[in-house]
């Protein structure tokens, strides 16, 4: 219930100065913030089924879906990060085991090379060198804490790395994580997705301000569309084809300049992920406990299992 395959075009804004503030939707705050005293009578119902795996078709049994990331080789072969760490499915999303990271929030997933890994989070920033089988805690200097809400990296450079800090804003290392400097402060305290295209913009998904995009590294910023975004992932193949979630999943295939929501969900929709391997195929998951899978490119989605 609630869920609908459709295409309708959403509006972009014409103009380019910044828009006011708008309310946050409801289901942003459940997608943001584990903790709050509002959300504890729902982690309470989540955690009843334990965390140790999930039944066939069903997602983990956890308190918040914060990220998404397939293997380069296999479509098959999903990591999803949550607030209690990574959960790993080896079919396609219908059984989950739980992984590495336990008991760490890991909102962010990002690949920074063959092997390279990151997983920022609340006081998570930890990076694995063999593919996501072993991690490491890395604690640069110059970033004023460690609640990273949003993290990407460049495709053309992966030493350069965007940390979005909450409540702070938007920092720059380009050191591989060694160090950070701080980029914008008009963008980044409420970001919650994050991604570097391969021509250099940056696109940021604000909870308040909606999707703002930077051509010149984070120094100025332009409205790009009116949506609170959660979730943004670039085609691999086709990097003019974007998917951003938030009020379902929302498709671009011009690089970000015009819109289509692709998916309706009522309770909303957050981490979301291509494969490398079929750049036809992507993951989504829905605020409705739901792994959703695409199999032409975004254009249309089924419930996985």
Request: aromatic share 6%; charged share 20%; glycine share 14%.
């Amino acid at each position: 219930m609630g869920t609908r395959s459709t295409s309708r075009r959403v509006q972009s804004p014409k103009q380019k100065r910044r828009q006011a503030a708008r309310p946050v939707p409801a289901w942003l705050y459940a997608a943001a913030a584990a903790g709050v005293a509002g959300l504890i009578a729902m982690v309470v119902v989540l955690l009843q089924d334990g965390e140790r795996g999930s039944k066939a078709g069903s997602l983990p049994n956890t308190p918040d879906y914060h990220s998404l990331l397939v293997s380069p080789s296999d479509a098959r072969q999903i990591v999803l990060g949550t607030h209690n760490g990574l959960f790993r499915s080896s079919d396609g999303g219908k059984t989950w085991q739980a992984a590495e990271l336990g008991g760490q929030d890991a909102m962010n997933l990002a690949r920074g090379g063959k092997e390279v890994v990151w997983a920022a989070g609340h006081n998570v920033l930890a990076r694995s060198l063999d593919g996501g089988a072993t991690w490491e805690n890395v604690r640069p200097s110059g970033l004023p804490g460690l609640d990273v809400h949003g993290f990407a990296v460049d495709p053309r450079d992966t030493k350069t790395l965007y940390a979005a800090i909450a409540g702070q804003g938007l920092y720059r290392s380009t050191d591989g994580g060694s160090s950070f400097s701080p980029v914008s402060r008009e963008v980044g305290p409420g970001v919650f997705a994050l991604a570097v295209t391969p021509d250099g913009r940056l696109l940021a998904g604000e909870g308040r301000q909606g999707l703002m995009v930077s051509t010149d590294g984070g120094r100025s910023w332009r409205l790009g569309l009116q949506a609170s975004l959660v979730g943004l992932a670039l085609n691999p193949g086709d990097p003019q084809r974007i998917l951003a979630t938030g009020p379902g999943v929302l498709l671009s295939t011009d690089g970000g300049r015009s819109w289509r929501q692709v998916l309706e969900l009522e309770e909303g929709a957050g981490p979301v992920a291509w494969s490398k391997s079929d750049p036809s195929l992507a993951y989504v998951v829905g605020f409705d406990r739901t792994l959703y899978r695409t199999a032409d490119g975004g254009e249309s989605w089924r419930p996985v299992a």
